[in-house]
């Protein structure tokens, strides 16, 4: 048990025994007033009073102590997302250095850095982004976005990244052209590059993953991502766009730091659209999806 699942635990308890001890002076306080109604009225409320503060300060301080081992787990989470590439491209360096190679096993160290360069760049990158989230900044270039071609670009990068065949990754699109949306394209495709990354990290042994753009209406484009991964269970469903907040698959241990959906669930709403998740259970999968105002509709 952790210190701080013992602090809570401490102050939970504390909590109890002094509503305990305000009930039972409250009780006393009635019994002696029994006759006497203005001190008997006077009286309980102030007791019920001092019970809701306790309650209250309680809850606020548990919710603290929570909100401090989210934090703290995010920064572990940073810390090994950067110190691992770094020892990992210091190791290819000093290797470099200290012997020669072939030119092969040269292009292979440089080809392995690179991607270790990448991912230090999308963890700062994703840190950068929750900052600017938390500050609610508003959307001021907007230009339009082809969600179908944005689409297709991320799909063949996730192929690309994750190593998949065709046939794991798909993509389904409207008939027509008309999918256009108005905004960031840059952060709309971190949005969707970090729903189809999720998509394949929380897949079991066989990634399929569909990624469907779609016009159900006049004035609204929708996007959705759907997996046959480990799924998510419905207490989870909303949870899961907090920041910090991770889900754990039973007996999983899927590495990332807890703002990927927060930022995402941020730089949707900052478009003038809603993002949420469905699942109809662990092991049975789940959908992401997107809506975003239509071009032209907004």
Not at 194 to 208: I, P
Request: overall charge positive; some cysteine.
């Amino acid at each position: 048990m952790t210190r701080r699942n013992t602090a809570t635990i401490v102050f939970v308890s504390l909590c109890v025994v002094l509503v305990a001890a305000a009930i039972t002076l409250n009780v006393g306080w009635i019994y002696a007033n029994g006759r006497r109604v203005l001190p008997l009225v006077l009286g309980v409320l102030a007791f019920a009073l001092i019970i809701a503060g306790i309650i209250v300060y309680t809850v606020f301080l548990v919710r603290e102590l929570h909100r401090n081992d989210q934090q703290d787990a995010f920064l572990n989470a940073v810390t090994h997302e950067l110190k691992t590439p770094i020892a990992s491209i210091r190791l290819y360096l000093q290797t470099l250095q200290s012997r020669e190679v072939s030119e092969a096993q040269r292009a292979d160290f440089y080809r392995v850095m690179l991607a270790d360069a990448d991912r230090l760049q999308q963890t700062v990158e994703l840190v950068l982004k929750a900052g600017a989230a938390g500050q609610r900044l508003a959307l001021h270039q907007r230009q339009p976005v082809d969600m179908v071609a944005l689409a297709a670009e991320v799909l063949d990068v996730a192929r690309l990244r994750h190593h998949l065949a065709p046939e794991a990754m798909t993509l389904g699109t409207p008939d027509g052209d008309g999918a256009w949306t108005e905004g960031d394209a840059e952060d709309l495709r971190s949005v969707l590059s970090n729903l189809l990354d999720n998509a394949v990290k929380y897949s079991r042994d066989e990634v399929r993953v569909a990624l469907v753009v779609d016009v159900p209406s006049a004035d609204l484009v929708r996007v959705r991502v759907t997996d046959q991964g480990v799924g998510i269970p419905q207490s989870q469903l909303k949870r899961i766009f907090r920041r910090f907040h991770r889900f754990q698959w039973r007996g999983s241990k899927v590495k990332g730091t807890g703002l990927g959906l927060y930022i995402a669930r941020s730089i949707v709403k900052r478009h003038g659209g809603r993002v949420f998740a469905a699942s109809e259970g662990e092991g049975r999968g789940s959908t992401f999806t997107i809506e975003l105002p239509r071009l032209g509709h907004a």
